[in-house]
């Protein structure tokens, strides 16, 4: 049963954390970018962290459940998969899946001076994964902060040691 609320502690710390960053993803890119054009941004970036935000908190849910005593170098090896996997994930297939969802189940869409445009796929998958090496070093640490605070919500309801 500890199990089952930990996977389900994760599934909901995952969704809710995944909204957040990318919108704060998306002030900041817009701040940077010369000012606010809307309210919550582009819709596949949404689509392109919920997964991997997700299956992250689901799987260390799942983990800081069966596990009694969490090292400190144990949770920065974990932060540093968790970072990868995240940024990796995000950058390249997620960031096509939420175009895809997106364009109506196309990745090519048809435009108004009569051709047709899409997503350089080999250029996101490519860029998508240089990003997500590059970036580690920052996103290492982000990451160490929030499971911190996630395995002290599973701590504090007792659901994790």
Do not use: D, H
């Amino acid at each position: 049963m500890r199990i089952t609320k930990g996977v389900i502690v994760g599934i909901i710390f995952g969704l809710g954390l995944s909204f957040c960053i990318s919108f704060m993803f998306m002030l900041v890119a817009q701040g940077l970018a010369g000012g606010f054009t809307s309210s919550f941004g582009e819709s596949w970036l949404y689509y392109a962290t919920i997964i991997p935000f997700i299956l992250n908190f689901a799987i260390l849910g799942f983990y800081f459940t069966k596990q009694e005593n969490v090292s400190n170098k144990k949770l920065w090896l974990l932060s540093l998969i968790s970072a990868l996997f995240i940024t990796l994930f995000s950058g390249t297939i997620g960031a096509l899946f939420g175009e895809y969802v997106v364009r109506g189940g196309s990745l090519r869409t048809y435009t108004a001076t009569g051709g047709y445009t899409g997503v350089n796929v080999e250029g996101v998958l490519i860029w998508g994964t240089i990003y997500a090496f590059i970036l580690l070093p920052f996103t290492t640490p982000l990451v160490r902060l929030i499971i911190q605070a996630f395995f002290e919500l599973l701590k504090k309801y007792k659901i994790a040691y």
